[in-house]
Every structure is written in structure tokens, then in C-alpha cells.
DNA sequence: ACGATCGATGGGCTTACCTCA
DNA sequence: CGTGAGGTAAGCCCATCGATC
């Protein structure tokens, strides 16, 4: 039942930018692009256009995946029979019929009326779970035809009336069941976008106000200790790393064989501890890696803090 | 019984093309 | 002949409906 659902493939994570869009959509016509011989001038209803679109936001480098072909065929590539006859009734034609049977343009068209007919019947074979009759039973798609369908929306997003006509030729259904299809899935991958949009958002938003609440508490403290007149003697012990305040160099001395050990650099030849008279300023233990990394505090951006306090 | 899901519909908008004054 | 206005068709998004699970 719920196997279209899990299909959607839309577990976007959040933990980095290369996989917050796993979906790979394809927003540009190929036939378009890659024909060798370029068509002859008609409207290009497949061309996005208007309105930004949430697939905007796709990494572009992302959006044109050349996959493998679907199932053996090729929806960029309308079948080769069909190709020819397609080409001539449908596409080359602005004013075909071809590929709108829905109920609103069907209704200005007159001549799509057989064809609507036509479709409507080849639906119902197809469809065991109906049985006609007048009212508008739901149809619901076979396991397959949704699986066909998902990957062919993992390949593109949007359809031309050639890949419409091919996946609803392939898949047994009538070209408008094919648009509505992929309108319902942007819509539902879109609205899906939009929640985990959200919860990003909403992420951010607590770990900014934790930061700031930190931040603050550390200007307070500093605040504290510039006041006090053993400025250096009520630093808290140092737990991981501190930094040589003449040399800026970071150890590690939570213990004197550590102290002696200097964590990544080694000091210059020079450089003797006990040649400078300061004690080691103790450094703030990493925050938990968020997208706004945030400046760490070195002895001259505190100072500069603290004369401005 | 009820909520979630999903196919389907209709309205509105944009764009491209065609016709005509 | 070029041009702008108006009409038409097509596609898309969006909100919503209604059947189904």
C-alpha cells in the first residue's frame, strides 16, 4: 500500500549541502540539448519558464544526469514508430490535441474528444480495480507503473510531450494520467522540500540562540575577570587546549607530559615556556560544528573585546 | 470512524504562436 | 513590410475534492 511512499526517496538530509538534494532531477530537456540536428522551430512547452521554481534550488552540476536508460527505453526518446507518427500529429504542432485530455482543456477541444474517449477506455483495461460505470472511480496505479514512474522522475522532473507520450505509451495509461503524475509528485516533493526546509530552519535558529546565549556568557565572564585583580588567577583550570599568549601556539597541557608535547605544531627553537612570563590562556573547547563557524577568540580579539566593554 | 495518501479536477498564470488591423 | 493587440493553446502551480487504504 504504502510502497509509493517510501518510493519517494525523499530523505533529504540535512548534514551537509552536497546531500540536502539527493534527488537528482534533470530540469533540462535533453532532446533539446543533445539532438544533433536541432528541431524545427515550435513551441517548447517542456522549457521551465515563470515562476521560481523550487527546483531552482537544486545544485545545478546535480540537475542533468545522464542515467541509464529506463527499462530499456528511452523516455527522452519517443519509440521509434511512435517518433515518427508523433511528430506529425503531436509535437510539431502547437495546436495538437495529443497530449491535453484533461477535463479543463478537453473542454475547449472538441476535436481531443474521441481521443479522450479512446484513452478513457484504454485506462479502464488496464485498470482491474475499476469498474467504470460513471462515477469517478480512483484509479490506482500497479506497483510497476509507479516504480517506472519514479525513476523516470528521478531522471526529470518535468516531462516534454514526447517523454509524456512515451512513459504513458510504456506504462499503458493516458498521457493527462501521466502529466497529473508528475504534478502531484513535484507538488509532493516540493511540499516534502518545504518541511525539511523548515526544520532546518528551525535547527538553526536553536543552535544560533544557543550560541548567542554562550557568547554572552562568556562576555559576562570575561567582563568578570577584567575587573577582578587576579585577572589570571581565577581562570578555570584548562581542560584540553591553551594557547601561549606571546606566541599563540596551542598546546596541550592538562598535564606537564602533555604540556611538553605542543599538540600539532612544534614550538620554533626558540621558543622556551618558561621564557614567557604569561600563563597559558586557556581556549574555549570547540562548539559543535555549525554552518556559521564561529570566530575563535584569540588574546588580541579579547583585549580589543574588553576595551570596548 | 478517522486520518493519510494519492489520483484527479478546475482555476489562474505565463509563454509562445498565430492572425489581423 | 514591420508592429502591436488580441485570441488561442499548452504547460505549470496551486488548492481542493474524493476514493482508497
Redesign the pocket.
Known sequence: ????????GLSLSLSSPETRFPLQLNLMPTCSSSSPSPPP???????????S???DLLNPSERRTEGPLLRGIDVNRAPAAERESEEEA?AS?????????????????VP?AEEHEAERAC?RGI?D???GEG???????SKD??AI?EESFKEH?????KQ?LALAKQLN????????????????T?LKQTEVDCEFLKRCCENLTEENRRLLKEVQELRALKLSPQFYMHMTPPTTLTMCPSCERVSNSTNTAAASTPSTVPPPPDHHPLLHHHRPIPIAPAPPPTPWAPIPLRPSFLDATLQRT
Open positions: 500500500m504504502m510502497v509509493e511512499k517510501e518510493d519517494l522551430p515550435q513551441p517548447a512547452p517542456f522549457l521551465l519558464h515563470n515562476k521554481q523550487w527546483s503531436g504542432s502547437p495546436n495538437s490535441t495529443v497530449s491535453s485530455v484533461s477535463g479543463k482543456r478537453g473542454d475547449r477541444e481531443g485506462s485498470s480495480e475499476e469498474d462515477s469517478r472511480k480512483k484509479l490506482r496505479l507503473q509507479s514512474l522532473n518535468t516531462l516534454n510531450p509524456k495509461l493516458r498521457p493527462r494520467q501521466v502529466e497529473v503524475w508528475f504534478q502531484n509528485r513535484r507538488a509532493r516540493k
